[in-house]
């Protein structure tokens, strides 16, 4: 079994930041992607940043220059940092991971919980 946990969301005006956390933790044998993706009411989940286990990252171009994603592979943790928050950021934010678990060895896509991010006009 493998979770991942969020913590970090909140209510906070535009202009401002926000710093999103996600810890995995369980079975886990290796990790490959970890990032996050979004989804406002009526509206499809979107990536928003994603890094891989060598680093390169990637980052939805609505996002670019505002956030950065970063990871503590020691720890299982992803982080993002969100800076110059607009309305639109408004979202579910949820924690992805490509994880390998001990059992099987084979890698599969985990999600946490989601965490609600909301900025106000």
């Known amino acids: 079994q493998v979770q991942l946990v969020e913590s970090g969301g909140g209510l906070v005006q535009a202009g401002g930041s926000l710093r999103l956390s996600c810890a995995a933790s369980?079975?886990?044998?290796?990790?490959?992607?970890m990032g996050w993706y979004r989804q406002a009411p009526g509206k499809q989940r979107d990536m928003v940043a994603l890094?891989?286990?060598?680093?390169?990252?990637n980052y939805a171009d609505s996002v670019k220059c505002r956030f950065t994603t970063s990871r503590d592979n020691a720890k299982n943790t992803v982080y993002l940092q969100m800076n110059s928050l607009k309305p639109e950021d408004t979202a579910v934010y949820y924690c992805?991971?490509?994880?390998?678990?001990?059992?099987?060895?084979?890698?599969?896509?985990?999600w946490g919980q989601g965490t609600q991010v909301t900025v106000s006009s």
């Open positions: 369980g079975s886990i044998f290796s990790i490959n992607a």
């Open positions: 890094i891989f286990s060598g680093g390169p990252t």
């Open positions: 992805h991971a490509d994880v390998a678990d001990i059992a099987t060895m084979r890698y599969g896509a985990y």
